[in-house]
Nanobody
Framework: QVQLQESGGGLVQPGGSLRLSCAAS????????MSWYRQVPGKERELVAR????????YYLDSAKGRFTISRDNAKNTVYLQMNSLKPEDTAVYLC???????????WGQGTQVTVSS
């Protein structure tokens, strides 16, 4: 099984940038589809970006396209979300998710807070 730990969140001004990291433990990372979700209180969790096992981009949220980039480094067991041109509506807890190929249960991290405010 894989365990996930997000980091890199914080408070930034509109138009600023953050780079989120999700570090994974376990031996299934390289065969896991990885995703970034975000969630605000009272709202459903929203898929932001998804990347395949070998680095192919599977999905970007429409509002994230052109601003966010998902990437992974399988040698470091880490997935990243580079966020540029941040907007107040990007404020949320960002969580990563691992979906091992052939497994029925996905793993979630605890999340990292991103706040975009002037």
């Amino acid at each position: 099984q894989v365990q996930l730990q997000e980091s890199g969140g914080g408070l930034v001004q509109p138009g600023g940038s953050l780079r989120l990291s999700c570090a994974a433990s376990g031996r299934t990372f390289s065969r896991s589809v990885m995703s970034w979700y975000r969630q605000v209180p009272g709202k459903e969790r929203e898929l932001v970006a998804r990347i395949g096992t070998a680095g192919t981009i599977i999905y970007y949220l429409d509002s994230a396209k052109g601003r966010f980039t998902i990437s992974r480094d399988n040698a470091k067991n880490t997935v990243y979300l580079q966020m540029n041109s941040l907007k107040p509506e990007d404020t949320a807890v960002y969580l990563c998710r691992a979906e091992p190929l052939g497994a029925a249960i996905a793993a979630w991290g605890q999340g990292t807070q991103v706040t975009v405010s002037s």
